[in-house]
């Protein structure tokens, strides 16, 4: 399910794979690789991206964002405003 929520929400936000690959300083093709479900992101890539998607962790691996009830979730999410959009490395 990380695979499918990790694509959804990449084109939520109108992000190419190199764009969030960039984000979350990571490989491009390793985004390609965890969308395709060949490669599972670590811990700390997880919570880069639950970060900057403001969703909860757990959200990522438990809930289907794709199911017409759960885009609704995001997008009411994504409404709420940031929890905190900067990642650790981007803080001074």
């Not at 992101?41 to 403001?54: G, W």
Request: proline share 5%.
């Amino acid at each position: 399910m990380i695979n499918t929520n990790l694509k959804f929400w990449r084109r939520e936000l109108s992000l190419t794979q190199a764009q969030l690959a960039d984000k979350l300083g990571i490989k491009r093709s390793l985004v390609g690789a965890y969308e395709e479900g060949r490669a599972e992101p670590r811990l700390a890539t997880l919570v880069n991206m639950a970060r900057l998607f403001n969703i909860p962790l757990d959200s990522l691996a438990t809930t289907d964002f794709t199911k017409r009830k759960n885009a609704k979730t995001a997008a009411a999410l994504r409404e709420a405003g940031p929890l905190d959009d900067t990642l650790p490395e981007d803080k001074p």
